[in-house]
């Protein structure tokens, strides 16, 4: 069982920046895949990004690339996701992930783990 909570959201500006993070409780952290989907209101959940166990592979959705970076420290067993240059389409609840299949997350499908989400807006 792997336990994940969010932190770091928050309100902010347009052109502005956040950094998530994501605490998972396993010690089998540094197995899983780590992502990152976001969810607007009235809109299905989409996937942002993701990293292999190693940290040495990321896929971005088109929609964030260049601007948002996903990263990992497995000595804390802490994913993050910068969030820079930010727009008010970024509005959504971010949701952290966890699987053993980096290709799940990247197509957005149900994670074996969810956090409970942290609630980014992003004003214009």
């Known amino acids: 069982q792997v336990h994940l909570v969010e932190s770091g959201g928050g309100l902010v500006q347009a052109g502005g920046s956040l950094r998530l993070s994501c605490a998972a409780s396993?010690?089998?952290?540094?197995?899983?895949?780590m992502g990152w989907l976001r969810q607007a209101p009235g809109k299905e959940r989409e996937f942002v990004a993701v990293?292999?166990?190693?940290?040495?592979?990321?896929y971005y959705a088109d929609s964030v690339k260049g601007r948002f970076t996903i990263s990992r420290d497995n000595a804390k067993n802490t994913v993050y996701l910068q969030m820079n240059s930010l727009k008010p389409e970024d509005t959504a609840v971010y949701y952290c992930?966890?699987?053993?299949?980096?290709?799940?997350?990247?197509?957005?499908?149900?994670?074996?783990?969810w956090g409970q989400g942290t609630q980014v807006t992003v004003s214009s």
């Open positions: 992930a966890a699987d053993s299949d980096y290709y799940k997350i990247a197509m957005g499908r149900q994670s074996e783990f």
């Open positions: 396993a010690r089998t952290f540094s197995t899983y895949a």
């Open positions: 990293i292999n166990w190693r940290g040495d592979n990321t």
